[in-house]
């Protein structure tokens, strides 16, 4: 139903885009159009290209890290990086909301373009109404990205629960692998899954101490899990709710062991191995 509901809506879209597209301009102005939605650090941005009053092309941007989201910072930086190495600039770029330098922004534009280039934000009229298009459909394109990742997350988060017989559903897992480079550095690797995001900012890498001669996954699985959670310890930060080992045994009791001997209790601790 879910589904059927996307694609009724992206229909009715359509439909009003072909009308509206009519009312917004009976000249030649080129005109690029942004709407965005927002949830959140997910935003969906779409933009609509205009060339003589007619809808030519659609663009999608999805961004999965905007924690401090402010719409004129966001706003000023994405049509930054939209038009930076443009090989077309329009006469006119319509904008949900105003923001500080877009003036400045505008101004440099137009020297680009040779004449004119205008960022304008409709209050009324056709390109209003166009203007409320993008943003609907901005919506749309959130939707179909990232609520139908957001079910299947939380479908993979309660099989995990289930699997590993965990007292409630992972938010947060922290995972652990050990790289081998030339045979002497020893290297390990920290990933975070965070409410269904992979956090690449808290990512981190270990440079193995307690290890020389050739390589040993036990001793350094026991060093990296020691240090990661000694650390948390004594900052009394909130443990992962699923700790997983990139091994064998092995290397899953070598993490037990570290974590035991920093009297750390009822910690969920699993690995992951390839099959024989």
């Not at 059927?4 to 000249?27: L, P």
């Not at 922290?174 to 002497?184: C, K, P, T, V």
């Not at 990933?191 to 193995?208: L, P, Q």
Request: charged content about 30%; some cysteine; overall charge positive.
């Amino acid at each position: 139903y879910e589904a059927a509901a996307h694609h009724r809506d992206a229909i009715r879209t359509v439909r009003q885009i072909s009308e509206r597209q009519k009312m917004v301009s009976s000249g030649s102005d080129d005109i690029d159009m942004f709407g965005f939605h927002q949830d959140g650090p997910l935003v969906a941005v779409s933009a609509f290209h205009m060339r003589g009053g007619r809808v030519v092309n659609k663009k999608e941007m999805f961004w999965e890290d905007q924690k401090d989201f402010s719409v004129p910072s966001f706003l000023s930086a994405v049509l930054k990086q939209y038009y930076l190495d443009a090989l077309f600039i329009p006469v006119e770029i319509h904008v949900p909301a105003r923001f500080d330098d877009e003036m400045l922004l505008g101004e440099q534009l137009s020297r680009r373009k040779g004449c004119r280039v205008e960022i304008r934000t409709p209050r009324r009229g056709g390109k209003r109404e166009m203007m409320e298009l993008v943003r609907r459909n901005a919506k749309l394109i959130f939707d179909q990205r990232f609520r139908s990742k957001t079910l299947s997350v939380t479908a993979i988060a309660r099989d995990v629960e289930k699997t590993l017989d965990l007292e409630k559903t992972p938010k947060r897992i922290e995972a652990f692998d050990i790289s081998n480079l030339q045979g002497s550095d020893i290297v390990a690797s920290m990933v975070v899954w965070h409410e269904g995001y992979m956090a690449k900012s808290e990512y981190r890498k270990f440079i193995v101490r307690s290890v020389s001669g050739g390589p040993d996954d036990y001793k350094s699985i026991y060093e990296v899990v020691q240090r990661r959670y000694r650390r948390l310890s004594k900052a009394k930060q909130r443990m992962p709710d699923l700790i997983l080992i990139d091994g064998g045994l092995g290397q899953l009791h070598a993490a037990q062991r570290a974590l035991d001997d920093l009297n750390i209790v009822d910690q969920p601790l699993a690995r992951i191995a390839k099959r024989e």
